[in-house]
């Protein structure tokens, strides 16, 4: 029932690892590592405590990073397998613990291959030169002569081999290589990288054996369901619990208190029914009686919001970038378009809902999680029970799905919580209504869009404002500007228009804001790529060809880069030749501009960089009778750099245009008196098969640059790609998210 | 007494009637491969088979549970081998997982049904069975592939 258990970390290496292993990294950092003490000195980065190799072959592999759909848990630890010429056959992956000793471990932002893929080969290589040298060493020949097939030394002038787990305890014994030593394969010697790997955990996933944060337990624990405040930042006045102890298998009710502000990922508070399973603690749930204090977030509604936010984007707001001169080029008149565009707020809505299970046993918490970061699980427990973090040991799950939302592990804190109060494990369990109304949204935003078009069409000046609340919000109650989502497709316009400027307006947050896949790229790139075609519209030209236009000549385009993104801004510069060919490769692969458009039928295009990755996206659409839309084929070309497993990046993709489907078509949150509306699939739409894109085609560009994202890349450019088609077939222009606040007949 | 088998075996249940069959399968007899989605059958994610057919386990009650036969995922076969899971592996469906075997048990009853369903008749079925990571294209060619692996 609980395979979980059975990887504990001290079984790992005193179980796993028998007498004779080669552990690389035990001798570079301190072996209590392997073993989750916490006593040992902080290492800030140390690539070495990833791989071990058992004298029987069996090679072990630590995934840091947490494993949730996208597929890196698989993609890292073969970058390690290939750079060590493992068997993959023989390769086992344990998953990392919560320790900053791994590095960083908030599996977000697309980036767990562009971050790791260097130190993964660097790994791999350092191993596999000290097997071969002992092997020489054995041998009595130079390691030059030896080369290596997987899993084995080989030495061909003498026809012998030797196994790597036969090496592996003389191999524990030789020095460690400089890293200039260390020869990397090249690529053309790869065996896994670039090629179709199945992910590790498909054949449990398609038995059920696969363990997600719904499915850890742990001996003699209880079950939680919590009743949450309605409204964010409400307090208990009173409950009653009297009915809710009378549902069988209903034990006790505890509280949880509030959260201090800001309210990070601390609980919201509650209460909590204390069951035997999961049913009987949502039961007992619906039979409480709780009367709420006051919150000034009651005032919220997001249909006024909504007013607010769009007035807000009509006035001047913080210059995040400008170049030329915008006021003296609109001045000199041209023809002037301007429009406005709004998103909702949406639900992350993972298949998984929030989930976790803690002890709290003398003053420290072990927790089993579906986390997207575990450091910040210990970050977040320790703050609120007032522990020390290193007394907080966070094993990670697979995540079924997390978008985003599990970034914050606010449920794992509660179980923490409640575990402490009830002196045994328990096990807090989210309903899909408490997920879909405690989530951390991905904001609602309005932006305000205005260009002057000259004689030849192309704009001669391009303003944009967007507004809504941060994601800062969460972390600072007086956050009002988004200076970290500038960066999301908003500062780094790629078009070649002489006089542009970008601002971000204030707005304020009553209700917890967080990252969500893709996060201000979303209503960024709508905005942007929706206005480019009402521009092509207006000037009466191919949006095709309007597009290449605007992105203009090859060329790096000149950014404003912060310090700590120097280095990024150096391997990975905005390269609009890059753009220009994902666009081409979509209007060929599309057949664009050979069918025309109309009658309720059409093809639009939108084409984005996101998480360094970029992405041409072509959506075609069928609009029948009804004004229902239907989504026969899209069109993704992809440039991120190297890419390690090709087939995942377009399973990737085919999934990014369906999540992005739900929410070009159906989704949306609204709140009303700071209390949200929807609550489950009913009402909260995504898409189903029935309206998915049909067929999704992508094709990956070969390229030798740094590895990029694949994550979230193929989000953005969706929507306005889906809108610009409707466009197209129909005249009507999208300006508001979800089309289905849009007639269209 | 509740009486009943699940993968083969006799089981019975005397507690609440009322209880959902998910719950009992996951929290009381440990079979999690059913996962829980929604409770109340808009998911799929806890669909499991009932005398051969497909049901959502969170709104079948352990009451109608009585005197019928439920198989799960792990009941389908443990190492992977039936057609659909076997499709499912060849085409890598899967990106979190967690639909997946509610997905797996609603193929395979549709299959059971229906030797070669057309696309829009998988679309008819399939669709009750969400996937937030959006694999909805290699759901239906796995349906496809097994389709040919059963004929």
Sequence with gaps: MNNIQNVSRRRFLKGSFVAGTFVLGARLVPEPLWAAASSAAPVVFQPDIFLGIASDGTVTIVAHRSEMGCGSRTALPLVVADELDADWSKVKIDQAIGDPRYGDQDTDGSHSVRSYFDQMRQIGATARVMLITAAAKQWGVSGKECTTEPGFVVHKASARKLSYGGLAAAAAKLPVPKKEDVLLKKRSEWRYIGKDNALFDLPDIVTGKATFGMDANMPGMVYASIEHPPVLGQTIKSYDDKEALKIPGVKQTLTISPFKPPHQFQPLGGVAVI?????????????????????????????????????????????????????????????????????????????????????????????????????????????VMGIKKEDVTCHVTLLGGGFGRKSKPDQVAEAAVLSKQLGKPVKVVWSREDDIKFDFFHSVAAMYLKAAIGPDGKPTAWLQRTVYPPIGSTFDVNAKYADDEMGLGWNNLPFDIPNHRAENGPADAHVRIGWFRSVANIYHAFAIHSFADELANAANKDSVQYLLELIGPPRRVPLEYKPEEQDEAKRYPLDTARLRRVVEIVAEKSGWGKRPSGKGHGFGIAAHRSFLTYVATVVEVEVDG???????????????????????????????????????????????????????????????????????????????????????????????????????????????????????? | ???????????????????????????????????????????????????????????????????????????????????????????KVPQCGYCQTGQIMQAVALLNQNHNPSDQEIDAVMSGNLCRCGTYQRIRAAIHQAAKELA
């Design chain 1, 275 to 383: 069951a035997d399973h999961t049913w009987a603690a949502f039961q007992g749930r619906k039979a409480l009686k709780i009367d709420w204090d006051a919150s000034p977030n009651a005032v919220y509604n997001s249909d006024q919001f909504r007013k607010t936010l769009e007035s807000t984007a009509r006035q001047p707001g913080k210059v995040v970038r400008n170049v030329g001169d915008v006021d003296a080029a609109f001045a000199k008149g041209g023809k002037i378009i301007e429009a406005e565009y709004y998103t909702p707020h949406l639900a992350h809505a993972s298949m998984e809902p929030p989930v976790a299970v803690a002890e709290y046993r003398d003053g420290k918490v072990l927790a089993w999680a579906p986390t997207q970061n575990p450091q910040a699980v210990q970050e977040t427990i320790a703050g």
């Design chain 1, 626 to 745: 009804d004004g229902q839309v239907q989504i026969p084929n899209v069109w993704t070309a992809v440039d991120a750099g190297t890419v390690v497993a090709p087939d995942n990046v377009r399973n990737q993709f085919e999934g990014a245009a369906n999540f992005a489907a739900s929410l070009a078509l159906l989704s949306e949150i609204t709140v009303t008196n700071g209390v949200v509306n929807q609550g489950n699939f009913g009402d909260y739409k995504l898409i189903r098969m029935d309206r998915a894109a049909r067929h999704t085609h992508v094709y990956v560009v070969e390229s030798d640059a740094p590895p990029a994202g694949v994550g979230e890349p193929g989000v953005p450019p969706f929507a306005p790609a889906l809108y610009n088609a409707v466009y197209a077939a129909t005249g009507k222009r999208i300006r508001e998210m979800p089309l289905s606040k849009t007639k269209l007949v």
């Design chain 2, 1 to 91: 007494m509740i009486r009943f088998k699940v993968n083969g075996t006799e089981r019975t249940y005397d507690g609440d009637p009322q209880m959902p069959l998910l719950w009992y399968l996951r929290d009381i007899a440990g079979f999690t491969g059913t996962k829980f989605g929604c409770g109340m059958a808009l998911c799929g994610a806890c669909t499991v088979h009932q005398n051969g057919d497909a049901v959502r386990s969170c709104s079948v009650s352990m009451g109608e549970v009585d005197g019928t036969s439920i198989t799960t995922i792990e009941g389908l076969s443990t190492k992977g081998l039936h057609p659909v899971q076997k499709a499912w592996m060849e085409i």
